[in-house]
């Protein structure tokens, strides 16, 4: 579905990584690990179009994404969930509308109607559907923006150090739900530091570590 082939990446001089090569297969799940600075934000943005590689190519469902125009770029990013770190939203609107902000810019709203009930219960939020979110905590603003990123049923799941600021309870809520999401055949890639979350991970389902340092994606070891 997205594959690198020798990819590489550099800002103001600096080259970031080169010769990076890897594939997200359906079904699969994947850890993204290495030092602050090492690149996994950009290769999360060069997942999903936000970036465009200078070097190699980035192919997302067959096509090269460097070739691709905005519309197909567009189009593409219909079939990848986003989850950020910092995940953001519009404050004026309660939680339920901001779930379907996806399905309403893209004109399909009648959809999304059809699948938020189930969806919020899914992830817990039921309760919070008509809050507005800042008054949500942490975890659940974590769990909102991961139904607004699944609501189009996509088939790659990116996240971006999605526990990074929750307890290790919430954590592993939201673990549980991106288990869940690969078992009904999702993709899924999670960019983190967190090494308990990855054992945690491991121990419930197959999982391939990718490690980036020194600009070179490698294989990590089972010691993690």
């Excluded at 699948?115 to 899914?122: D, G, I, V």
């Excluded at 939020?125 to 809050?131: D, F, K, R």
């Excluded at 975890?139 to 923006?145: I, L, P, S």
Aim: hydrophobic share 45%; net charge neutral; proline share 4%.
């Amino acid at each position: 579905m997205i594959e690198f082939q020798s990819v590489g990446y550099g800002y103001g001089g600096r080259t970031l990584f080169q010769g990076l090569s890897m594939a997200l297969a359906p079904g699969s799940f994947h850890f993204l690990t290495g030092p602050s600075g090492a690149g996994k934000t950009t290769l999360l943005k060069l997942c999903y179009g936000e970036l465009v590689a200078p070097q190699g190519r980035v192919m997302l469902w067959g096509r090269n994404a460097g070739a691709m125009d905005r519309d197909a770029v567009a189009l593409a990013r219909r079939r990848i969930g986003i989850v950020h770190q910092d995940c953001q939203f519009l404050d004026h609107l309660p939680v339920a509308e901001n779930i379907l902000l996806p399905l309403t810019v893209a004109g399909r709203q009648a959809e999304g109607d059809a699948n938020l009930r189930e969806l919020l219960a899914w992830v817990g939020l039921t309760q919070q559907a008509g809050q507005l979110p800042p008054e949500l905590s942490g975890g659940e603003r974590q769990r909102a923006a991961l139904a607004r990123a699944v609501i189009t049923s996509p088939d790659v799941i990116l996240a971006d150090e999605p526990t990074g600021n929750l307890d290790w309870e919430m954590s592993q809520r939201l673990l549980t739900l991106l288990i869940e999401l690969n078992r009904m055949g999702k993709a899924v890639l999670i960019a983190t530091h967190d090494l308990n979350l990855i054992r945690a991970a491991k121990a419930q389902v197959a999982t391939r570590i990718l490690r980036l340092r020194d600009g070179r994606l490698q294989q990590a070891g089972a010691d993690l």
